[in-house]
């Protein structure tokens, strides 16, 4: 995946080092906690971000955060998100048991289940495979509206049931994509010795 930190433009160069490849360190992103790859040493004082995240520019602190399903992609991503403290963090499933499994298994990080909230979302995130076998549809409206950003784990196909359903309320949708693209850069990266420029991809035009 890419890297990048807010803070720091010159995580934005991508392949305009020309002179020849340059020395990348592992870090974890601070939004989608999956590893990458960035061409400054971390120290810690600043959130580090993949090139999806970072090209997003999704904003999660102080916001109202929605995700859907309870299996491991959930839990993958639930500590993450809640360090880079959120108004809230919810979870919904359609499976009640499984809701108060993570709520328990999660409580330090202050989950909550959606079923209690009255507030619009300003963050809601597919972690389901609801939308792999058919047309996508979840129990919320009245929470929804074209301020809203979805986001679906999956990419592609796999993303389009979610779209379908999430396009009666917003446009701000985004999926995988950029983390696939990031990882075919690094596998040029890995081939030729040089990381070619991924900047000029406008991922928002993707899903169109």
């Known amino acids: 995946m890419g890297d990048f930190?807010?803070?720091?433009?010159?995580?934005?160069?991508?392949?305009?080092?020309f002179g020849g490849p340059r020395e990348m360190h592992k870090a974890t992103c601070a939004e989608c906690k999956q590893e990458c790859e960035v061409p400054f040493k971390p120290n810690g004082e600043k959130p580090v971000y993949?090139?999806?995240?970072f090209d997003k520019n999704i904003e999660i602190s102080n916001k109202r955060v929605l995700v859907l399903g309870a299996g491991g992609?959930?839990?993958?991503?639930?500590?993450?998100?809640?360090?880079?403290?959120?108004?809230?963090?919810?979870?919904?499933?359609?499976?009640?048991?499984?809701?108060a499994i993570?709520?328990?298994?999660f409580s330090s990080f202050k989950l909550e289940p959606f079923e209690q909230n009255d507030e619009p979302i300003d963050l809601l995130i597919n972690a389901t495979s609801a939308a792999l076998s058919g047309p996508f549809d979840w129990d919320i409206q009245d929470q929804l509206n074209k301020e809203t950003i979805f986001y679906d784990l999956?990419?592609?196909?796999?993303?389009?049931?979610?779209?379908?359903?999430?396009?009666?309320?917003s446009k701000n949708r985004f999926d995988g994509t950029g983390m696939l693209?990031?990882?075919a850069a690094f596998?040029?990266?890995?081939?030729?010795?040089?990381?070619?420029?991924?900047?000029?991809?406008?991922?928002?035009?993707?899903?169109?």
């Open 187 to 208: 596998s040029f990266q890995l081939w030729f010795d040089t990381f070619p420029d991924i900047s000029n991809i406008d991922l928002s035009k993707l899903n169109d």
């Open 73 to 99: 992609a959930s839990q993958s991503i639930i500590p993450a998100i809640a360090r880079m403290n959120p108004a809230k963090l919810m979870i919904d499933n359609r499976s009640p048991n499984k809701i």
């Open 50 to 53: 993949c090139r999806d995240c």
């Open 154 to 169: 999956s990419y592609g196909k796999a993303s389009e049931n979610f779209f379908s359903w999430s396009s009666q309320f």
């Open 102 to 105: 993570l709520l328990e298994k």
């Open 5 to 17: 930190n807010r803070n720091d433009r010159r995580g934005g160069g991508g392949g305009r080092n």
């Open 181 to 183: 693209i990031a990882q």
